[in-house]
């Protein structure tokens, strides 16, 4: 039964003993669990989808069972571009299709959030996570470091371009031409 109560010991005789203990006893509440995403912090709008693998995990590593709410939010715009409801046993897979982001109108899109909201089937506790993800247009980036820059009667003579992944790994492709303009 909840509520405050008070134990109390006596024993009597010889070694007459008295002790007293005050306990609460309070409704049980499962551990408290984290929800994690995995995918890609780079992604290509040209690629067309996004995919996530998204579960709940307790803090003693048991997944969470319960309902998951997953959606694509635009940062500039506030708005939910996506959203998409599963129920999770352990992991839950999603995939986003991104086809219609390539459109100019969405020339502006420069990052989006992917934000999870896990329902815990036995309590209905509700935890949320937000996971950034940076779009590009391009697959690849080039890099100039102002050290690389040579100058000539102050102006650029010659310089070092770096095309690198999004990820910062080198791109090792000696056949494709870079053609800076």
């Not at 997944?63 to 839950?92: A, F, H, M, P, S």
């Not at 036995?122 to 949320?128: D, F, K, L, M, R």
């Not at 050290?147 to 494709?176: C, M, Q, S, Y």
């Amino acid at each position: 039964v909840q509520g405050d109560w008070k134990i109390r010991v006596i024993i009597s005789g010889r070694y007459a003993f008295e002790k007293s203990k005050r306990i609460s006893v309070q409704k049980y509440i499962l551990p408290k669990f984290s929800i994690f995403i995995e995918t890609a912090k780079n992604i290509l709008l040209e690629d067309g989808v996004i995919r996530a693998i998204i579960y709940g995990k307790y803090t003693f590593g048991k997944y969470v069972k319960g309902n998951v709410t997953i959606g694509l939010w635009d940062v500039w715009k506030r708005k939910t571009l996506q959203e998409k409801t599963l129920e999770l046993e352990n992991t839950g897979y999603v995939e986003f299709d991104t086809k219609n982001y390539t459109e100019p109108q969405f020339d502006y899109l420069t990052e989006i959030n992917i934000i999870a909201k896990l329902t815990e089937r036995q309590t209905g506790i509700t935890q949320s996570y937000t996971f950034k993800v940076d779009v590009h247009r391009q697959h690849y980036r080039i890099v100039i470091p102002e050290r690389d820059i040579e100058l000539r009667h102050n102006k650029p003579f010659r310089l070092k371009a770096h095309v690198k992944h999004w990820t910062g790994a080198t791109v090792f492709d000696n056949k494709t031409p870079v053609t800076l303009v």
